[in-house]
Nanobody, 121 residues
């Protein structure tokens, strides 16, 4: 089972920007979907954004208009560009592949290790 690898987290001030990335081998060739989740300390993991194999983008209401999800098919990488960051965005960010692949197989991956995003002044 594929384990995605997240990267790019860090410390930013409120109103700032940060870009996190996720690499999952086979994501592009198998035509899988990809989703970003986040989990703040003491809270449940929540869905943030998704991009389907055909390029449809979806966002949680809490990040709509501030975050942008995109993919690089050459690098098997999905990126989440986060702008106008708020303290409420502080969390560990995870990605996961989903859906049904080109051969009818399940695209479900394990959780990656995550990357920490901290928004603080």
């Amino acid at each position: 089972q594929v384990q995605p690898v997240e990267s790019g987290g860090g410390l930013v001030q409120p109103g700032g920007s940060l870009r996190v990335s996720c690499t999952a081998p086979g994501f592009t060739s198998n035509t899988c979907d990809m989703a970003w989740y986040r989990q703040a300390a003491g809270k449940q993991r929540e869905w943030v954004s998704s991009i389907t194999s055909i390029g449809i983008r979806l966002y949680a209401d809490s990040v709509k208009g501030r975050f942008t999800i995109s993919k690089d098919t050459v690098k098997d990488t999905v990126t989440l560009q986060m702008n106008s960051l708020k303290s409420e965005d502080t969390a560990m960010y995870f990605c996961k592949t989903l859906g049904t692949g080109v051969r009818g197989q399940s695209c479900l991956s394990t959780w990656g290790q995550g990357t920490q995003v901290t928004v603080s002044s």
